[in-house]
């Protein structure tokens, strides 16, 4: 399996306006588009270059990539083509590379004025410049911007996609040769789905060769403004130049269902939902949200590591998407959601090594900072015991309350009392089949499983390895003083009338803790949260049990067929996760183990995607680390054939 590059750095751009009042880079010397107006650029060069609106289909999603963001004009002016075409796609889907973005300041002072009504939307949600993939969401999620900031030869090849359309709008080739090379536009056209069209005002001898050697036949056109010529193409290879093609939009009956009916299943089911299509989510339940997903409340922030590893990228990810669906479900409205803050104890990271590492990772203060457990104590409302990490957009999550909120979009319908025991695949598509040998079934296309630990069993999966993890956490007094969530050796929660103080860990196969050492364990963990930790009384417990996967990342993809896979080991044996067979129409979303409110709303978004033929909301390398196939794939690379 491929292990996760370093985050790609990000350096922020710069702008200036030269005499003319044009806008321009100072690092490259160039300026950001034509010196005969950007607006008009972006709708003779790329939009016409690529007959669009034309080419939208109202019944399908379109994807558009632009190399070098810029100061976003041409997206704007996508959106609002968009946005006034009496026929327009159902979803349009732009994604946006950029290794130096400018702040939102910069924006404002450069976009024309016609376009400022779209301008302060795009602004609202407008990511700090650190390195990876930021996904906004616009016009309810039909108008979908992902933004890739980091360098496009580093990131390109991380994406998964299926591109209609290319803007390359990268400064001049001798400005920036980079961004023309071959490497960069051949990463480009590997997402180019079959008949993808390009456009750039750039004609160079070189860059011509470039995109002709990736598959492009290309023609000149008459060029904007003082520009003599521009370049047209289409994406039409003589010969196969990768392994597989990009996906392709869905056109399949819009029904789904979804097996279990807490935080991942409900996520997933909303996921759907907003697309468009009609859901059953069934749980052995009466109700939804029993479990690990009845948790009162849930803290929620990302983890900070030394090395910035997978799991902390994964989170960094997740944490965005998650506040997403927050403010999309109006859970701070609804008071499911309090943005409260969450001081992270570092245990012996000191502030010298903290500041390295916030600048090796580009992680700027407004996400996470350090704080000395003096400095602490102003945002916590009491002192911790040590120092750490504030992350000041953390907060806590009514968890319970959040999954009911979610299964009450209208286009998704809760069975309860619905035992699923087995999963038969159909001419159209999967049947879930009750217990006690009844004949009832639920019929659908598409099947997300999101059972917890009996995902394995439910899908006869032998290589799906999941562990039970008993966790109680101790209701305790309420310490008045408190106004932000701690966590660290333990997390301590502000909860109204009470605190929550957890959890235990009590993994399967051990002797399991009576309540009594339960709650001794739990009352333990104060005073390494606190430096004088006050006496509380306990109220009572809640316990729960939640699964996790031996390396402790979740499950979230397309189900594999083992049988298939087992059946051809002389091939897979040097294979790929994308190489492996799949179950189509069946997939799964377990294993979140501590960190569902984290990942479970990035794994519910990669599923749609992966679902609907969009692009992956994060880079392909994470997407392995989750992809349900990797225990299967070690084993396929290990077995003799």
């Given at each position: 399996m491929?292990?996760?590059?370093?985050?790609?750095?990000?350096?922020?751009?710069?702008?200036?306006?030269?005499a003319d009042?044009?806008a321009?880079?100072?690092?490259?010397?160039?300026?950001?588009?034509?010196?005969d107006?950007a607006?008009?650029?972006?709708?003779h060069?790329?939009?016409?270059g690529?007959?669009?609106?034309?080419?939208w289909?109202p019944?399908r999603?379109?994807?558009?990539l632009e190399a070098?963001?810029?100061?976003?004009v041409?997206?704007?002016?996508?959106?609002?083509?968009?946005?006034?075409?009496?026929?327009?796609?159902?979803?349009?889907?732009y994604?946006?590379?950029?290794?130096?973005?400018?702040a939102?300041a910069d924006?404002?002072?450069?976009?024309?004025?016609v376009?400022?009504?779209?301008?302060a939307?795009?602004l609202?949600q407008?990511?700090e410049p650190?390195g990876?993939?930021?996904?906004?969401?616009?016009?309810?999620?039909?108008?979908v911007?992902?933004l890739a900031?980091?360098?496009?030869?580093?990131?390109?090849?991380?994406?998964?996609?299926?591109?209609?359309?290319?803007?390359?709008?990268g400064?001049?080739?001798?400005?920036?040769?980079?961004?023309?090379?071959?490497?960069?536009?051949?990463?480009?056209m590997?997402?180019?789905?079959?008949?993808?069209?390009l456009a750039t005002?750039?004609?160079?001898?070189s860059?011509?060769?470039?995109?002709?050697?990736?598959?492009?036949?290309?023609?000149?056109h008459?060029?904007?403004g003082?520009k003599?010529?521009?370049?047209?193409?289409r994406?039409?290879?003589?010969?196969?130049?990768?392994?597989?093609?990009?996906a392709?939009p869905?056109t399949?009956?819009?029904?789904?269902l979804?097996i279990?009916?807490g935080?991942?299943?409900a996520?997933?089911?909303?996921?759907?939902?907003?697309?468009g299509?009609s859901v059953t989510?069934?749980?052995?339940?009466p109700?939804?949200a029993?479990?690990?997903?009845?948790?009162?409340w849930?803290?929620?922030?990302?983890?900070?590591s030394?090395?910035d590893?997978?799991?902390?990228r994964?989170?960094?990810a997740?944490?965005?998407?998650?506040?997403?669906?927050?403010?999309?479900?109006a859970?701070?409205?609804?008071?499911r959601?309090?943005?409260?803050?969450v001081?992270?104890?570092?245990?012996?990271?000191?502030?010298?090594e903290?500041?390295?590492?916030l600048?090796?990772?580009?992680l700027?203060?407004t996400?996470v900072?350090?704080?000395?457990?003096?400095?602490a104590?102003a945002?916590v409302?009491?002192?911790?015991?040590?120092g750490g990490w504030w992350h000041g957009?953390?907060?806590?999550?009514?968890?319970?309350?959040?999954?009911?909120?979610?299964l009450?979009?209208?286009a998704?319908r809760f069975?309860g009392?619905?035992?699923?025991?087995a999963l038969?695949r159909?001419?159209?598509?999967?049947?879930?089949?009750?217990?006690?040998?009844?004949?009832?079934a639920?019929?659908?296309?598409?099947?997300?499983?999101?059972t917890?630990?009996e995902?394995?069993r439910?899908?006869?999966?032998?290589?799906?390895?999941?562990?039970?993890i008993?966790?109680?956490i101790s209701?305790?007094?309420?310490?008045?003083?408190?106004?932000?969530a701690?966590a660290?050796?333990?997390t301590?929660?502000?909860?109204g009338?009470?605190?929550?103080?957890g959890?235990?860990?009590?993994?399967?196969g051990e002797?399991p803790?009576d309540?009594a050492?339960?709650?001794a364990a739990?009352?333990?963990?104060?005073?390494?949260?606190l430096a004088?930790p006050?006496a509380?009384q306990v109220?009572?417990?809640?316990?729960?049990q939640?699964?996790?996967a031996?390396?402790?990342?979740?499950y979230?993809g397309?189900?594999a067929?083992e049988a298939?896979?087992?059946a051809?080991v002389a091939?897979l044996?040097?294979a790929?996760?994308?190489?492996?067979?799949?179950h189509?129409?069946?997939?799964?979303?377990?294993?979140?183990g501590?960190?569902?409110?984290l990942?479970?709303?990035?794994a519910?978004e990669?599923?749609?995607?992966?679902?609907?033929?969009?692009p992956w909301?994060?880079?392909?390398?994470?997407?392995?680390?989750?992809?349900?196939?990797?225990?299967?794939?070690?084993?396929?690379?290990r077995?003799?054939?």
């Amino acid at each position: 399996m491929q292990r996760p590059a370093a985050a790609p750095r990000v350096e922020p751009g710069a702008l200036e306006f030269d005499a003319d009042g044009v806008a321009r880079s100072p690092r490259y010397g160039d300026v950001y588009a034509s010196r005969d107006g950007a607006l008009g650029q972006a709708r003779h060069v790329f939009l016409a270059g690529n007959d669009l609106p034309l080419r939208w289909d109202p019944a399908r999603s379109f994807t558009i990539l632009e190399a070098g963001f810029g100061l976003g004009v041409n997206f704007l002016t996508t959106w609002k083509a968009w946005r006034d075409a009496p026929l327009r796609c159902e979803r349009l889907h732009y994604l946006g590379v950029e290794r130096h973005p400018l702040a939102a300041a910069d924006l404002e002072r450069a976009v024309p004025p016609v376009l400022a009504g779209l301008l302060a939307p795009l602004l609202a949600q407008w990511p700090e410049p650190v390195g990876g993939l930021h996904r906004l969401d616009f016009e309810h999620g039909r108008v979908v911007l992902t933004l890739a900031f980091g360098d496009a030869a580093a990131l390109l090849p991380q994406l998964v996609a299926g591109v209609d359309a290319f803007y390359l709008d990268g400064f001049a080739p001798e400005r920036n040769p980079q961004m023309w090379s071959p490497e960069v536009l051949r990463a480009a056209m590997r997402l180019a789905r079959p008949g993808a069209t390009l456009a750039t005002w750039c004609t160079a001898r070189s860059v011509r060769d470039a995109l002709e050697s990736a598959g492009c036949v290309l023609e000149l056109h008459p060029g904007f403004g003082r520009k003599r010529q521009m370049l047209r193409g289409r994406y039409a290879p003589r010969w196969t130049v990768r392994r597989s093609a990009p996906a392709t939009p869905y056109t399949g009956a819009r029904h789904a269902l979804v097996i279990g009916a807490g935080l991942a299943g409900a996520l997933a089911a909303d996921a759907l939902a907003r697309r468009g299509w009609s859901v059953t989510v069934v749980d052995a339940a009466p109700a939804p949200a029993q479990h690990a997903s009845a948790l009162p409340w849930g803290v929620l922030h990302p983890h900070v590591s030394r090395d910035d590893n997978r799991s902390s990228r994964l989170e960094r990810a997740g944490f965005g998407v998650a506040l997403q669906a927050l403010a999309r479900s109006a859970a701070l409205e609804r008071g499911r959601w309090r943005p409260c803050g969450v001081f992270e104890l570092a245990g012996d990271v000191a502030r010298e090594e903290a500041d390295r590492l916030l600048h090796a990772q580009g992680l700027p203060a407004t996400q996470v900072d350090w704080l000395d457990a003096p400095e602490a104590a102003a945002r916590v409302g009491t002192q911790p015991c040590a120092g750490g990490w504030w992350h000041g957009r953390g907060g806590v999550v009514a968890v319970a309350a959040w999954c009911a909120d979610l299964l009450a979009h209208p286009a998704i319908r809760f069975v309860g009392g619905c035992e699923v025991t087995a999963l038969e695949r159909t001419s159209d598509g999967w049947a879930a089949r009750e217990a006690g040998g009844s004949d009832r079934a639920q019929h659908a296309p598409v099947v997300i499983v999101a059972t917890a630990r009996e995902a394995a069993r439910l899908l006869r999966l032998r290589h799906l390895p999941l562990q039970a993890i008993g966790g109680r956490i101790s209701r305790v007094s309420p310490l008045p003083q408190l106004r932000a969530a701690l966590a660290g050796a333990g997390t301590l929660v502000p909860a109204g009338d009470e605190c929550l103080l957890g959890a235990t860990f009590e993994v399967e196969g051990e002797a399991p803790l009576d309540e009594a050492r339960a709650h001794a364990a739990n009352l333990a963990r104060l005073p390494r949260l606190l430096a004088q930790p006050p006496a509380v009384q306990v109220l009572g417990a809640f316990a729960g049990q939640r699964s996790a996967a031996r390396d402790r990342q979740p499950y979230a993809g397309a189900v594999a067929d083992e049988a298939a896979a087992l059946a051809a080991v002389a091939r897979l044996s040097g294979a790929h996760l994308a190489d492996v067979p799949r179950h189509a129409g069946l997939h799964v979303s377990a294993a979140f183990g501590s960190r569902g409110l984290l990942l479970a709303p990035l794994a519910a978004e990669l599923l749609a995607a992966q679902i609907c033929g969009e692009p992956w909301p994060i880079e392909r390398p994470l997407a392995a680390a989750l992809d349900p196939a990797r225990y299967l794939l070690r084993a396929l690379r290990r077995r003799p054939a």
